[in-house]
């Protein structure tokens, strides 16, 4: 059927830019919700930020202001524009989509801010 691939991690400075990229493969499209989250080693996954149909975006609080979602055509592709990252900022992020039969997750994708 498909899955999610992010892309984008990486090494990036404190008050430094990173895009992040999420790819659905297959037939897999159409999600009515696509989302970001984030899992810090030691602590439980976190939302970071979702968008649902209607381009309805909801944000952590800890990331307004600094962090953009966006999405592509036919909902297959959402994006994660992080802005002035902090050190606390650093985590796995995971991609996130909901569809009527199910939950999908992509792999992770690594991102350290650190100077």
């Known amino acids: 059927q498909g899955q999610l691939v992010e892309s984008g991690g990486g090494l990036v400075q404190p008050g430094g830019s990173l895009r992040l990229s999420c790819a659905a493969s297959g037939t897999l499209a159409n999600f009515y919700i696509m989302a970001w989250y984030r899992q810090a080693p030691g602590k439980q996954r976190e939302l970071v930020a979702e968008?649902?149909?209607?381009?309805?975006?909801n944000y952590a609080e800890s990331v307004k202001g600094r962090f953009t979602i966006s999405r592509g055509s036919a909902w297959k592709m959402v994006y994660l524009q992080m802005n002035n990252v902090k050190p606390e900022d650093t985590a796995v992020y995971y991609c996130?989509?909901?569809?009527?039969?199910?939950?999908?997750w992509g792999q992770g994708t690594q991102v350290t801010v650190s100077s």
């Open positions: 996130n989509g909901r569809l009527s039969d199910g939950v999908y």
């Open positions: 968008i649902i149909r209607g381009d309805i975006t």
